[in-house]
Structures are given as structure tokens and as C-alpha cells.
């Protein structure tokens, strides 16, 4: 059996008696014209080491693996292990199945310590935490292309002042270019969800922050951004309120919807100055 011998998926899942389960927030892709723009847009090739998270029945796993990158799928639902399985047997060599939890797992490892990829239609009950991890931890993924609830997509790209920016969009942006590059319709997935849907890439920028700037900014937009109607004199008086505010160039007085992302490196240098001193 070849990739292109491969019987349809809507056969497959039939055939094993699989639907998706709403406990893991499972919405099948099985379009592989869509998939395959998809794995276009990621700008993966021969070699490439990818990371897939939740490949369900493989739809997406199908598309990169016909551009012959190294496949690495993350998947907690053990019920799709023997159709990955197939797809394995399908491209000799080209896919390694990881059954295990994608918030527990270990990308370095995974990618034997080389740089890797991530494209993913993420279950949309751990999207977001997934971005902050591979945004923030220790692994830089080389670029990420991820299909998200188009609500999650526009907060990862909002610009500042906008109705979506908030911390999602600080974090990418103070770590990497995001754009949305495609929107996918909710009819496009097997079941239907109730929301549409959006990839987006995102590419790191050549200078990361630091892992204390890092950690230091996720505390600050959770402050600020927790009491978002407030001004940041209020919002961040736990952690140092106008002093701090006023030596990170801002006025005490702004909400934290109208601070883009350097004035919010700016508070998290500030911040980390002033524990330091």
C-alpha cells in the first residue's frame, strides 16, 4: 500500500466505526484538497521534521506526508492508532505515532534535539494553551502553522486598540510574525462545529526574548490584562503600579488595550530591573 493507494478517509473512519468526541474537541478534516493547501502554506518539504498534534484520522498527516517531511504525530485518543498505523506503513519510515498527552510532551525529545515544524488543526479546547507553551517554553519551533477557531486566530494577529488584542496577541507578537493565511468553513469538518475556523503561521523573530523577559511578560498581561477595564495604575498596582508604569515610558492612566507589544517589553524590563535592584 502507497500514500496514493490509500482508501478515502470517510471509508476508514466508517470502516473502524470512529466519530469524534467532544470531550476532546475533535472536528475531522477530511477535505485533502484543503489539507493539502495547508501543508502548501506550512512551507514544509523533504526532510523537514514536523510536529502534528491531534491527527485524528490523519487527514492533515496524509498531505504533509506526501511532501516528504518527517512526520511526528502527537495523539491522545488511542483509537486512531491503527489507522496512523497504515499511514505508517504507507510511507516507510517517514511517520513516528506518539500517543500521549501534546501539553506533556516533550518537542525536543520528539524531534531527536533538531529543528521541527508545527502544523496542526488543534483540538480547540487546548489551542491556546499549546501556542503559549511552544510561544514561551523552551523549544523554538522553526515556524508554526496552526488552524484555530477564527475567534483565537484574529486575538493571536490583533492589532493594538483593536476589540481582539489582549495577552494572546502580545505573547505571539513579541515572539514571532503571525498572519492568518487561510479561513476554513465550519462545513469543511466532520461534524460541522458551530464556529468557522483559521490557520495561522507564524515564524519566529530572529531576536526572542529572553526566558526571564518571557516569563516576566506573561505576568504583567495577566495583570493587566485580567482587570482589562481598569487603567494600568490599578491593574498592575500589585506589581508596582505608577513607578513602574511611569519608568516603562507609559502613562499610569492608559488601559492595557491601548499598549502595544514594546510597551509592554517595556513594562516587563522595568519590572525585572526593579526585583533587581
Known amino acids: 500500500m502507497s500514500l496514493e493507494t490509500l482508501p478515502p478517509l470517510r471509508d476508514v473512519l466508517a470502516e473502524h466505526g470512529l466519530m469524534a468526541k467532544k470531550a476532546f474537541g475533535q472536528h475531522f478534516l477530511l477535505d485533502l484538497n484543503i489539507t493539502r493547501k495547508i501543508a502548501r502554506l506550512a512551507e514544509v518539504g523533504a526532510g523537514d521534521r514536523v510536529i502534528e498534534v491531534g491527527p485524528g484520522p490523519g487527514g492533515l498527516t496524509r498531505a504533509l506526508l506526501e511532501t516528504g517531511a518527517q512526520v511526528i504525530a502527537v495523539e491522545k485518543d488511542p483509537r486512531f492508532g491503527p489507522l496512523l498505523e497504515d499511514l505508517a506503513a504507507a510511507a516507510p519510515g517517514a511517520l513516528t505515532l506518539e500517543v500521549a498527552d501534546a501539553l506533556d510532551a516533550d518537542e525536543a525529545a520528539l524531534t531527536g534535539g533538531q529543528p521541527g515544524h508545527v502544523v496542526s488543526n488543534l483540538p480547540y479546547n487546548v489551542g491556546t494553551a499549546l501556542l503559549i507553551k511552544w510561544l514561551t517554553g523552551p523549544w523554538?519551533?522553526?515556524?508554526?502553522?496552526?488552524?484555530?477557531?477564527?475567534?483565537?486566530?484574529q486575538r493571536v494577529v490583533a492589532p493594538v486598540d483593536g476589540d481582539a488584542y489582549g495577552r494572546l496577541a502580545v505573547i505571539a507578537q513579541a515572539t514571532s510574525h503571525a498572519a492568518i493565511v487561510m479561513d476554513v468553513p465550519a462545513r469543511a469538518f466532520t461534524p460541522p462545529p458551530k464556529v468557522e475556523s483559521a490557520v495561522v503561521r507564524l515564524t519566529p523573530l530572529a531576536e526572542r526574548p529572553s526566558p526571564a523577559r518571557l516569563d516576566a511578560l506573561q505576568k504583567i498581561t495577566a495583570a493587566a490584562f485580567g482587570q482589562r477595564r481598569k487603567m494600568l495604575r490599578a491593574s498592575l498596582k500589585a506589581l508596582g503600579g505608577e513607578a513602574l508604569i511611569e519608568a516603562a515610558g507609559l502613562d499610569p492612566q492608559a488601559r492595557a488595550e491601548t499598549v502595544d507589544v514594546a510597551?509592554?517589553?517595556?513594562?516587563?524590563?522595568?519590572?525585572?530591573?526593579?526585583r533587581s535592584a
Open 263 to 274: 510597551g509592554f517589553l517595556r513594562l516587563a524590563d522595568a519590572w525585572l530591573a526593579a
Open 140 to 153: 523554538r519551533p522553526a515556524s508554526m502553522t496552526l488552524m484555530f477557531q477564527k475567534e483565537v486566530a
